[in-house]
């Protein structure tokens, strides 16, 4: 089982440049990914960047260039700087782990409980 823990968001101006971080903790080992999806009200959640074990990133269309996502291993810990938000950012923000469960030879997805990004114009 892995546990993850999210923090950073709230009320941001737009143009403002928040940073979210979300702490793993339990079978950190099992972890090849790890990632920040978004949910907006009446919309259904979609990604926004990911980050593999070896390094590897992915970003939606729409944040390339403004959101920069990293991983620091030691502390189990994947970090999303938000640059240039604008009010369409608004959204829950949920944490995701992509985990390889070894005793049953299959893929598992955990989540964060979601923290909260409001942008104003």
């Known amino acids: 089982q892995v546990q993850l823990v999210e923090s950073g968001g709230g009320l941001v101006q737009a143009g403002g440049s928040p940073r979210l971080s979300c702490a793993a903790s339990?079978?950190?080992?099992?972890?090849?990914?790890m990632g920040w999806f978004r949910q907006a009200p009446g919309k259904q959640r979609e990604l926004v960047a990911t980050?593999?074990?070896?390094?590897?990133?992915n970003y939606a269309d729409s944040v390339k260039g403004r959101f920069t996502i990293s991983r620091d291993s030691a502390k189990n810990t994947v970090y999303l700087q938000m640059n240039s938000l604008k009010p369409e950012d608004t959204a829950v923000h949920y944490c995701?782990?992509?985990?390889?469960?070894?005793?049953?030879?299959?893929?598992?997805?955990?989540w964060g409980q979601g923290t909260q990004v409001t942008v104003s114009s």
């Open positions: 995701n782990a992509d985990t390889y469960v070894y005793s049953g030879s299959y893929f598992m997805d955990y």
């Open positions: 980050v593999r074990s070896g390094g590897p990133t």
């Open positions: 339990g079978s950190t080992f099992s972890i090849n990914a």
